[in-house]
Structures are given as C-alpha cells and as structure tokens.
Nanobody, 128 residues
C-alpha cells in the first residue's frame, strides 16, 4: 500500500488549501481513511477521518467547521479541504490508512495504532 499526499504550501492566515492523498496497492473503498499532522516540536495528532463511502466523518475539535475530509473512490483519492487557516495549523500533514477493513473513523481518531500505513507528508505553512 502506498499513500502519496500533495497540495501543501504557504498561505496567509485565513487562506485555504486542499490536500490530496492518492492511494495505490489496494481497493480504497474498503477502508476508512484519515489525516494526521505534526507540528515542529510536537507529537503527531489526528485531524480527520472518513468512512469507506464518506457517510461518516470525524474531526479533532480544533478544525471542526474549517476543515472537510472527503473521498473519491473512483480516483483512489482522499481530500482534506482546509479553510480559514491559522498559524497553528502549520504542520506536516500525513494521510493514513488502516490494515483492517473493520477500522472505523472513531478508531482512527482515538485508538493508538489504528492506522498502519502512512504517506510521506506534505508541508502546510500558514503565515500571519
């Protein structure tokens, strides 16, 4: 399984970015997916997760109302639309996938070790 994230960049406070994660090596529609981020000097944290066909989503409180996770299984791609960006959103963003088809969005968001595959990450920098 390979995950390739892209779409990061430098934006001003209040700006928007859309991250993409292309998944290869598996049938994407069978698995929930997630996005995580890691800021300098901090631990990696959960950002958002989406169920197999998008019917259920889950977000960390700090991004609710600003970020939207979505997916297009026909393109084997998961997206993270980020609006109203803040300097504290600055981080490397990673898409992540579980090994099990039974892993839920709550598992991805709250269970250490729930995800097994990680992309290389894409840098998001929000300047004030």
């Amino acid at each position: 399984v390979q995950l390739q994230a892209s779409g990061g960049g430098l934006v001003l406070t209040g700006g928007s970015l859309r991250l993409s994660c292309v998944v290869s090596g598996r049938t994407l529609s069978a698995y929930a997916m997630g996005w995580f981020r890691q800021a300098p000097g901090k631990e990696r944290e959960f950002v958002a997760a989406i169920s197999t066909h998008g019917g259920s989503t889950y977000y960390v409180d700090s991004v609710k109302g600003r970020f939207t996770i979505s997916r297009d299984n026909t393109k084997n791609t998961v997206y993270l639309q980020m609006n109203s960006l803040k300097p504290e959103d600055t981080a490397v963003y990673y898409c992540a996938a579980p090994r099990s088809t039974f892993t839920t969005v709550r598992d991805i968001g709250g269970t250490p070790g729930a995800v097994d595959y990680w992309g290389k990450g894409t840098q998001v920098t929000v300047s004030s």
